[in-house]
């Protein structure tokens, strides 16, 4: 069993900041991709960030410049600085990590219950 638990979400005002955590615990052999979704009401799920064990990030073009991802696969945790936040980052955020288990070949996806960030006057 793998699992995945988001924290640090919750309510901020336009301009403000907020950082995100994920820790990966369970059965894990190796994580590969950790990174970060988000689904606003009535639109699908998308990518924000993820940066993989090798240190390469991707960023959403619409989060360039105020969100920062890091990671610290040693202890399985991955962060999301969000800086300059707008009405529109509102959403459930959800953390998701490639990862092989313990026993396994494969390797697989895995997501957190997500969080909340809402971004509001």
């Known amino acids: 069993q793998v699992h995945l638990v988001e924290s640090g979400g919750g309510l901020v005002q336009p301009g403000g900041s907020l950082r995100l955590s994920c820790a990966a615990s369970g059965s894990i052999f190796s994580i590969h991709i950790m990174g970060w979704y988000r689904q606003a009401p009535g639109k699908q799920r998308e990518l924000v960030a993820d940066i993989s064990s090798g240190g390469t990030i991707e960023y959403a073009d619409i989060v360039k410049g105020r969100f920062t991802i890091s990671g610290d696969f040693d202890k399985k945790m991955v962060y999301l600085q969000m800086n300059n936040l707008k009405p529109e980052d509102t959403a459930v955020y959800y953390c998701?990590?490639?990862?092989?288990?313990?026993?396994?070949?494969?390797?697989?996806?895995?997501w957190g219950q997500g969080t909340q960030v809402t971004v509001s006057s």
């Open positions: 998701n990590a490639a990862i092989r288990g313990s026993g396994k070949v494969a390797i697989s996806s895995y």
